[in-house]
């Protein structure tokens, strides 16, 4: 039987969530019932002399600039400043198993039902059971519970792959890009669709940082979150660009990524000015960056996510250094932030992933 109905576990000790922000963090209140036991890692952004009020009863540490400035050095220069990307630096410092990360202006939805989403319990669920990116099962989660895998699927795939990923949803306010703001401006999300579906292998995703969960020691060096915001010709691409580095690399080491519940209520429309000045050039660039994910493809050798990630930094240089030079400012990027993870990981960096590479191809 692939669904279970044992409680799903607060793993509060085991799970970190990162917020990013350059406001103060009210929208807690609202979550404090399904965060508090947790601790929390604020990534303060902007103006570091700034004071961010975190509301009382809360287990935080929090970073700022001139914190980040101090712990990495020259290493830095690979986290972004005034972007939300900076968020990753949290993934970095964290000691624990499993990250969340959500917007502060994201609150929490409520089901069809009526009843308040605990977002985090839903992750925690999506992480501790397996994925299906092998074979698709058609009644969605076989794991979940009133579901399995229906007739025809193969039972040599039914014990899944470990999952790495746990991409929720928002209502109200989408994550559309600017040119779709603009023409669709009052749009907003009301469809719950009570689904979590694996995105198969071989599959690219846009993942949205706003809700997300991933199982940090299986996959956390491959969320960095790339070079955004101040001095950078693009903005807003900091999690698609994760995403399609982290995809690639579950594909690699056979773990799985899934989408769809949990919802969360997004509740600001950022100006969709200011977000097509960030994302012009995105937009055309990412007509030849899907292309070059898609031909990815990692040498055996490449066992752990670090090897991985440093693989795929060279190809970036190699194949999108002559799209434009910022691609070689990212690779090198990329490979600063391998050095400080495995500086501040230094346990971590020695494991190799255990994990099978899937059924044989
Ligand atoms: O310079 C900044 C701006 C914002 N933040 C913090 O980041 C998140 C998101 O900010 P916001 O909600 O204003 O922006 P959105 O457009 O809704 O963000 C989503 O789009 C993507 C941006 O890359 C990403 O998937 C989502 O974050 C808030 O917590 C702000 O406080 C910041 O740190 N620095
Ligand atoms: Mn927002």
Known sequence: MASSVSPTPLLK???????????????LEMWRPFFQPYHLIIVQDGDPSKKINVPEGFDYELY??????????????????????????GYMVSKKKYIYTIDDDCFVAKDPSGKE????????????SPSTPYFFNTLYDPYAEGADFVRGYPFSLREGAPTAVSHGLWLNIPDYDAPTQLVKPRERNTRYVDAVLTIPKGTLFPMCGMNLAFDRELIGPAMYFGLMGDGQPIGR?????????????????????????????????????????????????????????QSVSLPKDCTSVQKCYIELSKQVKEKLGKVDDYFNKLADAMVTWIEAWDELNPSAAKSEAALPNGPAK
């Open 13 to 27: 000790d085991e799970l970190d969530i990162v917020i990013p922000t350059i406001r103060n963090l009210d929208f």
């Open 64 to 89: 700022n600039r001139n914190d980040i400035n101090r712990i990495l050095g020259p290493k830095a220069s690979c986290i972004s400043f005034k972007d939300s990307a900076c968020r990753c630096f």
């Open 237 to 293: 691409y900091d999690d698609m660009w994760a995403g399609w580095c982290t995809k690639v690399i579950c594909d690699h080491l056979g773990l799985g990524v899934k989408t769809g519940l949990p919802y969360i209520w997004h509740s600001k429309a950022s100006n969709p000015f200011v977000n097509l000045k960030k994302e012009y050039k995105g937009i055309f660039w990412q007509e030849e960056l899907i292309p070059f994910f």
């Open 117 to 128: 989403i605990n977002a985090l319990q839903q992750h925690i669920k999506n992480l501790l």
